[in-house]
């Protein structure tokens, strides 16, 4: 009996040293396999932060809408504190924004609203309009060319855009409804920045 059981466990012995020396050749599979589940893994994570990091920028977009103005598929919010043009434009693009440039005369009579509202109804703000790289050729903050514009064309002495040179840079008036004029980009005036809602 005990010869019998001596035997079973030397039997043992051989099996589980057979399958050790198999396990190798296995494990490169079951490796592979772990990479894959491993790289499977790494790509949700990655997604769901990619999902996490949208819906963090719709609250806050949802946030700037309710603090300021929503127009079409834009979200205007004013900025008080007087300031140079290139101030107002980097104080936006730190928000994600950039300074408000209405594309449509509904746009800016709404944008016009606002800034009486928010900002006081005298008030001059900078809108996202320029023409620094090419004079007498207005461009928004992308560069692209401005389609819409509301120059203040009634005074028949000074129409607007009439600075020349030394001022590159417009802002819409409240005081005259909504009317552009071009200003020195060094003046420090109120803004609005623009957030495109997608």
């Not at 005990?2 to 012995?13: D, I, K, P, S, T």
């Not at 449509?104 to 009579?109: A, C, K, P, V």
Request: hydrophobic share 35%; charged share 25%; aromatic share 6%.
């Amino acid at each position: 009996m005990e010869v019998r059981g001596v035997c079973m466990l030397v039997g043992v012995l051989l099996l589980l040293n057979c399958s050790f020396q198999q396990t190798p050749a296995e494990k490169k599979p079951v490796k592979k396999a772990k990479d894959a589940a491993i790289e499977e893994l790494r790509k949700q994570i990655n997604d769901i932060v990619q999902e996490l990091n949208l819906l963090k920028e719709h609250q806050a977009l949802q946030t700037v809408c309710l603090k300021g103005k929503k127009v079409n598929n834009k979200c205007f919010l004013a900025d008080t504190v007087r300031k140079r043009y290139h101030a107002a434009t980097e104080d936006c693009h730190a928000m994600g924004g950039v300074l408000g440039a209405p594309t449509s005369g509904d746009e800016n009579d709404q944008l016009r609203d606002y800034v009486r509202q928010s900002v006081g109804p005298d008030e001059q703000v900078w809108l996202g309009v320029q023409d620094m790289v090419t004079e007498g050729t207005w461009a928004d903050q992308t560069g692209s060319s401005v389609t819409f514009k509301n120059w203040d064309t009634s005074n028949y002495r000074s129409p607007q855009p009439d600075g020349g040179k030394a001022q590159n840079c417009a802002v819409l008036s409240g005081a005259a409804g909504g009317k552009w004029y071009d200003e020195n980009c060094r003046e420090e005036k109120p803004s609005v920045c623009q957030f495109n809602i997608v």
